[in-house]
């Protein structure tokens, strides 16, 4: 239970809330405005929180003061105008709050802003200039974020999720905000940090925690963190989807006794170097074509493929059509003899039209490839509307489409199904991660033959429903294929973009406090 032990302030610390969260593509064509970030201001922030609920140990072992909290779904890179509305609301708010101890800064570390290198080493800048230099900053983060000397310095107190997928999102942060509070209590002031840059960059289809060599890596973490004293450790895969310099692995340690917080951080660093050509992909994986041909041979159902390389959940735009196109082209999928269910396409026009038609009709719609449009067309598809619904938050208005297959009512609660090709078609993008995404839509995955979704890995509800899987390596902004997407900025030497067999300098880097100077070159 989190203490509320006043400690040497003789009162409840006074802490801020602020972050900006995304995975933004640079290979992708899409543009992220202010609106997808879905800011929460002032008390609302805490409802993203279920351990700051009114009356938790958490909520009041400190006098909190949210600001502004915006998450947007992965997507391309923000827009400059964008970035300075948000950034300049959050500074406001600070300005206007009291003296604050700290702040907790949740951020996801992937952001990448039209004309800017290490957006969130920006926003925290001026997020210190708003406080002040004596305020500790505790931030936590997404594994597939990045983070650069500058920011390790700017920052007191970092974490990151010890998981992928992510299911200790909540773990994380509420670890962050209880790291914060605990050092002020404390009043042992700001702690040290090792940081060591480690030059690999992959995805995160290729680190998941479920599988080794990450499965064992990221053990590690949770028994350096433990050590006396050490404070925390964390290990980040970095984004491989932005051409940033800051875009690498990294490991940072924090605690009290330099030799173990160094110690910690190298040992960790060390771990992941030796591992580099041991990461593999989570799932067998292939061309559409094999993935297509293996399903179709299966033995077991429902067999899920994921579309990969425009996975709305890594930065993909969502409206690539070059899989749903050879999907209609093929009759094992549109011939009726398997249901197959298809996630998702953004067709604002096709949704309007079934719509305006209503359920049972028989239509013919034209969409997709409005924002990347590199790989492949528009697709033109005839089908009667199964189901619509109205209200979702990320994709507004939800319609599938039935291509191909009988008369029937199609896929239904009890399991009844009807073949053909099932094409959820939605106002916005939206990923499907749940099994409710899909039984909300009269849609019963479980009964399906083929189930097709844009996403890397499977996420958890989709891991266990499927009774096999395969990822497909498609083309898009998050092409699983790093050589291919033509990476230009990144620091060289780097695996796997270069030979792995040079020796990269794994020492520790002792951080100065953020209140400090950073001196010497950057690393």
Known sequence: MQSTHRGPLGRKP???????AIEASTFSPARTDAAAFHPRRGDEVFDAYPFMAPGSPLREAADWRPALVGRALPG????????????GEIVDRLRAMPPLDGLWFDIHGAMTVEGMDDAEEVLL??????VGPDVLVSASMDLHGNVSRDFAHDVDLITCYRMAPHEDELETKERAARNLVDRLASGQGRPLKAWIPVPVLLPGEKTSTRVEP??????????????????DAAIWVGYAWADEPRNHAAIVVTGDDRAAVAAGAQELAQAYWDARDEFEFVAPVGTLDEAVD??????????FISDSGDNPTAGGAGDVTWTLARLLADPRITNGGRTVIYASLPAPEAVETAVAAGVGATVTVTGGAAVDAVHS?????TGVVHAIK???PHARTEVVLRVGGGDGDGIIGDGETGGGLYVILTSLR?????????TDLNLDPRHADVVIVKIGYLEPELFDMARDWMMALTPGGVDQDLIRLGHHRIRRPMVPYDPSDFEPDLHARLIPPSNEPLTGPDE
């Open 14 to 20: 006074v802490i801020a809330i602020a972050g900006l």
């Open 214 to 231: 990450a499965k064992s890596i990221y053990a590690r973490v949770s028994e350096v963190a433990a050590r006396d004293g050490v404070l």
């Open 377 to 381: 067309g528009p697709v033109t598809m």
């Open 430 to 438: 939206k990923p499907y991660h749940h099994e409710r995404d899909f």
């Open 76 to 87: 391309g890179i923000v827009t400059a105008e964008a970035f300075e509305s948000l950034t």
């Open 125 to 130: 800048r001026r997020v210190r200039e708003a």
């Open 390 to 392: 109205h209200g979702d």
């Open 294 to 303: 293996a399903a179709v041979a299966s033995r077991v159902t429902p067999y």
